[in-house]
């Protein structure tokens, strides 16, 4: 039994393009994995607080000097790092909001990016923890932004997930949605396909 963990980051509940890819990630991946456990945290409906002294103190106090709202910030941050290390398959729903990732995917970003923990310091440099998973990142873009450089998504996600040691990422992007005509269902019908064959 493997165990999955989406997050969810669209403002929106309804006519979220992200969470019609993630409830068909869902569908297909319980047919195909019936036996797995799959773990939904959405970062719209319980938000998490964005990185400040308080979760600075959290991590680098010792306990005997902590506050109790830097132990709580901690208790939070373990919560959220525990659900990832946890996790087989780590799957990302990011609609595209001012040409990057929503804030409430970069505060759970902030809070499971830790040292000695996701990722450490060697001599030869920074080295990735988590090197038994896979990801799958599910996009909604109401633009064209795949391989240009307004797309700040895609490389930057890269980036973070290759640093904590999960290189198996699959991106599947919905573009064009917001463009009118015929693009939002092209854009939704290429990535629900692409979806189909990878889950």
Known sequence: MARVLIIESSARQQDSISRQLTQQFISQWKVAHPADQITVRDLAINPVPHLDANLLGGWMKPAEQRSTIEQASLDRSNELTDELLAADVLVMAAPMYNFAIPST???????????????????????????????????????????????HQEPYLRQVMGFIGIHDVTFIHAEGVN??????????NQAKALLAQVA
Not at 111 to 136: E, I, M, S
Not at 179 to 188: I, N, S, T, W
Request: net charge positive; glycine share 18%.
């Open 105 to 151: 995917l970069k505060a759970w970003l902030d809070h499971v990016l830790r040292a000695g923990v996701t990722f450490k310091y060697t001599a030869t440099g920074p080295q990735g923890l988590l090197t038994d998973k896979r990801a799958f990142v599910l996009t909604a873009r109401g633009g064209i932004h795949a391989g240009g450089s307004t797309d």
């Open 179 to 188: 463009l009118g005509g015929d693009f939002q269902e092209k854009g939704v």
